[in-house]
């Protein structure tokens, strides 16, 4: 039998804490117990659920999280080939694109007037590195990179408009997480798996550098050792097994233990779309996705966990009985670039899904309430933004 979690928060897992700082990583035996969950037969899923559900609601009892929020695409240029990418393009492709300051500056006001406050910066990886074009555009407008055009973009928005930046970069130095840093009061990676065997030739990250595990667990701990709210997750259905999800869950929280910087994970399913390499690779049951859900819920107790709606319509409601609190962000003017063809649930339609399960949907800003003070407490322009947009509770303030 699945053993409860405590009333103190601690983990199901018999020898794991909740405590966030300096514990040791996770025994032989917890790995051993969650791999076992990750893969329950149908009659066990309702006990998995329901313990991932009193986790859940023992860590936020009755209120279910989203962030209204506008999809920047910076540039699709990326040295990255993955699998799964339609949002990557190389020069000259259609649709290859480097937004300009003026259509940063335009789609964040337009958001702005529908009530965001989130700017989601998303962008290829240091396409400069290989791209000549890439390195012309940037001479032109005056940067050195594409993480010091980022730089810029993020502090033009948070000086211009209400939005607050959230970039999601790639790979980044401990220099640019600092630098990032001061224009934004988060960002994000997703880790997406441990597994280094998913580079090899023909895998979902073929010529894919900066998907190495290593280099992406780096990035996620440098951030930790700066005290920046971070967002991160995984990807499944891109080859990895069960136990892979587990373990890449396990290096999560491992460093959320050390540094207690991990605001959101994020467990996002792979979805087919005609013209990638993995057109033809089976997308995860919704089985998996509850599986996987709920066995992070209970490895992870004290942290914000997340799936992206659009990705499991038209029924994604059943999402919160695996033990989620968090719907992403969703966007009332912009699409998932990264998923194009699965818009997103209009934000009456979340609210009314989410109440018939007997939750309150409250609109977060792009750093959760708990972390908030973190990024309050410094001063500057971006503490003084935070300030203006938040309430007493720490949510986005509710505009009449």
Same mark, same amino acid.
């Given at each position: 039998?699945?053993?409860?979690?405590?009333?103190?928060?601690?983990?199901?897992?018999?020898?794991?804490?909740? *405590? @966030? &700082?300096?514990?040791?990583?996770?025994?032989?035996?917890?790995?051993?117990? @969650?791999?076992?969950?990750?893969?329950?037969?149908?009659?066990?899923?309702?006990?998995?659920?329901?313990? @991932?559900?009193?986790?859940?609601?023992?860590?936020?009892?009755?209120?279910?999280?989203?962030?209204?929020?506008?999809?920047?695409?910076?540039?699709?240029?990326?040295?990255? %080939?993955?699998?799964?990418? &339609?949002?990557?393009?190389?020069?000259?492709?259609?649709?290859?694109?480097?937004?300009?300051?003026?259509?940063?500056?335009?789609?964040?006001?337009?958001?702005?007037?529908?009530?965001?406050?989130?700017?989601?910066?998303?962008?290829?990886?240091?396409?400069?590195?290989?791209?000549?074009?890439?390195?012309?555009?940037?001479?032109?407008?005056?940067?050195?990179?594409?993480?010091? %055009?980022?730089?810029?973009?993020?502090?033009?928005?948070?000086?211009? &408009?209400?939005?607050?930046?959230?970039?999601? +970069?790639?790979?980044?130095?401990?220099?640019?997480?600092?630098?990032?840093?001061? *224009?934004?009061?988060?960002?994000? /990676?997703?880790?997406?798996?441990?597994?280094?065997?998913?580079?090899?030739?023909?895998?979902?990250?073929?010529?894919?550098?900066?998907?190495?595990? #290593?280099?992406?667990? !780096? #990035?996620?701990?440098?951030?930790?050792?700066?005290?920046?709210?971070?967002?991160?997750?995984?990807?499944?259905?891109?080859?990895?097994?069960?136990?892979?999800?587990?373990?890449? =869950?396990?290096?999560?929280?491992?460093?959320?233990? !050390?540094?207690?910087?991990?605001?959101?994970?994020?467990?996002?399913?792979?979805?087919?779309?005609?013209?990638?390499?993995?057109?033809?690779?089976?997308?995860?049951?919704?089985?998996?996705?509850?599986?996987?859900?709920?066995?992070?819920?209970?490895?992870? +107790?004290?942290?914000?966990?997340?799936?992206?709606?659009? /990705?499991?319509?038209?029924?994604?409601?059943?999402? /919160?009985?695996?033990?989620?609190?968090?719907?992403?962000? *969703?966007?009332? /003017? &912009? +699409?998932?670039?990264?998923?194009?063809?699965?818009?997103?649930?209009?934000?009456?339609?979340?609210?009314?899904?989410?109440?018939?399960?007997?939750?309150?949907?409250?609109?977060?800003?792009?750093?959760?309430?708990?972390?908030?003070? !973190? *990024?309050? =407490?410094?001063?500057?322009?971006?503490?003084?933004?935070?300030?203006?947009?938040?309430?007493?509770?720490?949510?986005?303030?509710?505009?009449?």
């Amino acid at each position: 039998m699945l053993r409860q979690a405590q009333s103190d928060g601690s983990s199901v897992f018999s020898d794991r804490s909740a *405590v @966030a &700082t300096e514990l040791p990583s996770v025994s032989s035996l917890a790995r051993e117990e @969650a791999c076992r969950w990750i893969r329950a037969s149908d009659d066990e899923l309702p006990e998995l659920l329901a313990n @991932a559900r009193a986790a859940r609601d023992r860590f936020k009892p009755g209120v279910i999280t989203h962030s209204r929020k506008v999809f920047i695409p910076l540039t699709n240029l990326c040295r990255d %080939y993955c699998g799964y990418c &339609t949002f990557r393009r190389d020069p000259g492709q259609p649709g290859a694109h480097t937004m300009t300051p003026d259509e940063v500056l335009h789609v964040a006001r337009a958001s702005e007037k529908l009530g965001c406050t989130e700017a989601l910066f998303s962008l290829g990886d240091k396409p400069e590195l290989i791209f000549p074009e890439m390195r012309d555009t940037l001479r032109k407008r005056g940067f050195r990179s594409t993480l010091h %055009y980022l730089e810029a973009m993020c502090e033009l928005v948070l000086r211009e &408009t209400s939005l607050l930046p959230h970039p999601n +970069p790639g790979l980044m130095s401990a220099e640019w997480i600092a630098r990032l840093s001061a *224009v934004s009061p988060s960002m994000g /990676l997703m880790l997406e798996t441990i597994n280094p065997a998913l580079l090899a030739a023909g895998a979902a990250h073929d010529n894919a550098p900066d998907k190495l595990p #290593t280099k992406r667990l !780096r #990035t996620i701990e440098e951030a930790g050792k700066r005290g920046v709210p971070f967002t991160t997750g995984i990807l499944i259905g891109i080859g990895e097994s069960p136990e892979d999800r587990v373990d890449a =869950l396990i290096a999560i929280h491992d460093l959320h233990r !050390r540094y207690a910087h991990i605001q959101e994970v994020i467990i996002q399913n792979f979805r087919v779309k005609p013209g990638i390499p993995m057109r033809n690779w089976p997308e995860p049951s919704r089985g998996e996705m509850l599986r996987t859900i709920a066995v992070a819920r209970l490895l992870m +107790p004290e942290v914000n966990l997340q799936a992206p709606p659009n /990705l499991s319509d038209p029924d994604y409601e059943q999402l /919160l009985d695996a033990g989620i609190n968090d719907w992403g962000g *969703v966007s009332p /003017l &912009t +699409p998932d670039f990264i998923n194009p063809e699965r818009p997103w649930p209009h934000v009456d339609d979340l609210e009314r899904r989410t109440r018939a399960k007997g939750f309150e949907l409250r609109q977060r800003l792009p750093v959760y309430p708990e972390f908030m003070e !973190r *990024v309050a =407490l410094k001063p500057g322009l971006l503490s003084q933004k935070l300030m203006q947009v938040s309430d007493a509770e720490r949510y986005a303030r509710r505009v009449a």
